[in-house]
């Protein structure tokens, strides 16, 4: 939960395309477009760009407050906002999509867009119910019942997960396997985590196999402490670019891959005063700033990581992370055993 006593932000300084942060020795490659041929040079890790896309009827309705608007101004400028500024930039993104949507026409008609622009889409449950409030039969509806969904609707696989609020515990992770999912993105490097799955945080920093048997992979957040909330451009756009930079400097530093998590609320324009339910709604639709503003500040966002990582895709990022393991660490951790197969045209 954003507290509110956070509200101030600090100056805005864009980053420099010339100038990383990330001090020497640990300096990255920019790119490996222009890397020669079998040369040596270790990578820069790989990061990922995601995008949840809650709406201000899913936001609204994730804090109590109720959505009776027909249409959903958050979703349609944000995702039109969004798809635009990854063509811009040459970005293929994971859209984490909450299936209901599809069943909204001027929803539908922006999937079907990314879709075919040639983003991952991705599952992020069905009606944005938080699973651990929820019994079993509820995790599988919102598991199974999305996946199947989008399946059937776009005719793209489904193979990625996040949960909403990243609210995850064992048994939905063990669900998502059991329910033909390849991957989740919702952990955090936490003891609240460790606890909740029965690992050890230290595990939870880098990609890991979380199920013995399966090659379920788990590509979690950014590790965020000391600072108490993540460095994703959604808090950074409130809080200053501070956050980000910071965020960014001390996660290269540990040499894993990064999942750089946009919103649709970091692209929106901002809700009619009429829309909104005082101060809190305002916050949490970033609706203290323009689409204008937000779209340069999520510019410099996305060029600090291209300065300090490779950008790929999802599928790209995780194949790379399985080439990369021993054979025996993949098959003591379940990467061997029989689980989840993952291909380009869909599940096996």
Same mark, same amino acid.
């Given at each position: 939960?954003?507290?509110?006593?956070?509200?101030?932000?600090?100056?805005?300084?864009?980053?420099?395309?010339?100038?990383?942060?990330?001090?020497?020795?640990?300096?990255?490659?920019?790119?490996?477009?222009?890397?020669?041929?079998?040369?040596?040079?270790?990578?820069?890790?790989?990061?990922? &760009?995601? @995008?949840?896309?809650?709406?201000?009827?899913? @936001?609204?309705?994730?804090?109590?407050?109720?959505?009776?608007?027909?249409?959903?101004?958050?979703?349609?400028?944000?995702?039109?906002?969004?798809?635009? $500024?990854?063509? !811009?930039?040459?970005?293929?993104?994971?859209?984490?999509?909450? %299936?209901?949507?599809?069943?909204? /026409?001027? =929803?539908?008609?922006?999937?079907?867009?990314?879709?075919? %622009?040639?983003?991952?889409?991705?599952?992020?449950?069905?009606?944005?119910?938080?699973?651990?409030?929820?019994?079993?039969?509820? /995790?599988?509806?919102? @598991?199974?019942?999305?996946?199947?969904?989008?399946?059937?609707?776009?005719?793209?696989?489904?193979?990625?997960?996040?949960?909403?609020?990243?609210?995850?515990?064992?048994?939905?992770?063990?669900?998502?396997?059991?329910?033909?999912?390849?991957?989740?993105?919702? &952990? $955090?490097?936490? !003891?609240?985590?460790?606890?909740?799955?029965?690992?050890?945080?230290?595990?939870?920093?880098?990609?890991?196999?979380?199920?013995?048997?399966?090659?379920?992979?788990?590509?979690?957040?950014?590790?965020?402490?000391?600072? #108490?909330?993540? $460095?994703? #451009?959604?808090?950074?756009?409130?809080?200053?670019?501070?956050?980000?930079?910071?965020?960014?400097?001390?996660?290269?530093?540990?040499?894993?891959?990064?999942?750089?998590?946009?919103?649709? @609320?970091?692209?929106?324009?901002?809700?009619?005063?009429?829309?909104?339910?005082?101060?809190?709604? =305002? &916050?949490?639709?970033?609706?203290?700033?323009?689409?204008?503003?937000?779209?340069?500040?999520?510019?410099?966002?996305?060029?600090?990581?291209?300065?300090?990582?490779?950008?790929?895709?999802?599928?790209?990022?995780?194949?790379?992370?399985?080439?990369?393991? #021993?054979?025996?660490?993949?098959? !003591?951790?379940?990467?061997?055993?029989?689980?989840? /197969?993952?291909?380009?045209?869909?599940? !096996?």
């Amino acid at each position: 939960m954003l507290r509110l006593s956070f509200l101030r932000r600090r100056p805005i300084t864009p980053a420099r395309a010339s100038s990383p942060p990330v001090s020497d020795p640990a300096a990255p490659t920019r790119s490996t477009e222009n890397r020669p041929a079998g040369s040596t040079s270790t990578l820069a890790p790989s990061a990922t &760009v995601h @995008i949840d896309l809650d709406g201000a009827q899913d @936001i609204f309705e994730g804090r109590g407050w109720g959505y009776a608007s027909a249409d959903d101004p958050v979703f349609e400028t944000g995702m039109r906002h969004a798809l635009d $500024f990854f063509a !811009a930039s040459g970005v293929k993104a994971t859209l984490f999509v909450i %299936a209901r949507s599809l069943r909204d /026409k001027r =929803k539908r008609a922006l999937i079907d867009e990314a879709a075919r %622009a040639g983003h991952e889409l991705a599952s992020h449950t069905l009606n944005h119910r938080y699973l651990t409030q929820l019994d079993t039969k509820g /995790k599988r509806e919102e @598991i199974r019942g999305s996946r199947e969904l989008m399946e059937q609707e776009l005719g793209v696989p489904v193979l990625g997960f996040r949960a909403p609020g990243y609210r995850i515990d064992r048994e939905s992770i063990e669900l998502l396997a059991e329910c033909g999912y390849a991957w989740d993105s919702s &952990v $955090f490097p936490t !003891a609240k985590y460790a606890t909740a799955l029965g690992m050890p945080v230290e595990t939870l920093r880098a990609p890991h196999t979380p199920i013995p048997g399966s090659d379920f992979v788990e590509w979690p957040m950014p590790d965020h402490r000391p600072f #108490p909330l993540p $460095f994703n #451009p959604s808090y950074s756009l409130l809080l200053g670019d501070w956050l980000f930079r910071g965020g960014v400097r001390r996660f290269r530093a540990g040499g894993r891959p990064l999942s750089l998590l946009f919103h649709l @609320i970091d692209f929106s324009e901002p809700l009619a005063a009429d829309r909104l339910r005082g101060l809190a709604s =305002k &916050v949490f639709t970033l609706s203290t700033l323009g689409a204008d503003e937000k779209r340069a500040r999520c510019h410099s966002m996305l060029r600090l990581v291209r300065d300090n990582y490779r950008i790929m895709t999802t599928y790209e990022a995780i194949a790379e992370w399985r080439g990369a393991q #021993p054979e025996s660490r993949v098959a !003591a951790s379940g990467g061997q055993g029989g689980g989840h /197969k993952e291909t380009r045209s869909g599940t !096996a």
